[in-house]
């Protein structure tokens, strides 16, 4: 909904941050936009893995972000999580510890992930 604009990715940006060459951030980007393309278009069921930030799982046409612990104490500046959990419900619901089996997070226990 709306007007927004999509501004293109800033490849030399993400290279410099990352300290690799230009290519290979576009390589890797493409590559990983291709495989997961592939996926979903077969119905498979997707854990990608966004180092340090979470999980976002695909499965039957859902997607459901899981946010780390870490991740969001960073963003929130609260040290205990589980007082803001009892503040808002619902955060409970989109945390997830770095060492939880990623199948264990989905209904059918399969998954492809990306890491």
């Given at each position: ?39 979903l ?26 946010y ?34 990623l ?13």
């Open positions: 909904p709306g007007n927004k604009e999509v501004a293109p990715l800033k490849y030399a940006k993400v290279a410099t941050v990352a300290s690799v060459s230009r290519l290979k951030v576009e390589g890797c980007i493409q590559g990983t936009a291709s495989l997961l393309s592939h996926c278009g077969k119905g498979e069921n997707i854990a990608l893995v966004l180092r340090d930030v979470g999980v976002l799982l695909i499965e039957d046409r859902r997607v459901k972000m899981k780390f612990c870490n991740f969001l104490e960073r963003m929130s500046g609260m040290k205990n999580l589980e007082i803001a959990g009892f503040k808002v419900p619902q955060l409970l619901d989109m945390v997830v510890s770095q060492v939880v089996p199948a264990s997070l989905t209904f059918s226990g399969r998954v492809i992930i990306f890491p």
